[in-house]
């Protein structure tokens, strides 16, 4: 019932840019938050960025003043800026999204490989 659909993803040189986006549809009242995670091989899942309703942000150490999130809620859409991209950025990134059932949702995740 309820999908969330990714783009952007893809192959980019370190020290480039790229913009995640993530779409969510389906039988939802509302988003609570929406945020992005990532996984690289022989690691597990983290949390690189969320975004509550009311617009309070929160990042992960290793992305701070790299990565902006935001969301445009006419759209149910979140993104990712990425900026300044370095090698250990690489992974499948996976949008989430926690709607007002408290239930949460995921996308299927976007390859991004940051070359040297």
């Known amino acids: 019932q309820v999908q969330l659909v990714e783009s952007g993803g893809g192959l980019v040189q370190a020290g480039g840019s790229l913009r995640l986006s993530c779409t969510v549809s389906g039988s939802i009242f509302s988003i609570n938050i929406m945020g992005w995670y990532r996984q690289a091989p022989g690691k597990e899942r983290e949390l690189v960025a969320s975004i509550v309703s009311g617009g309070i942000t929160h990042y992960a150490d290793a992305v701070k003043g790299r990565f902006t999130i935001s969301s445009m809620d006419a759209k149910n859409t979140v993104y990712l800026q990425m900026t300044s991209l370095k090698p250990e950025d690489t992974a499948v990134y996976y949008c989430?999204?926690?709607?007002?059932?408290?239930?949460?949702?995921w996308g299927k995740g976007t390859l991004v490989t940051v070359s040297l």
């Open positions: 989430n999204a926690v709607v007002s059932t408290n239930r949460d949702y």
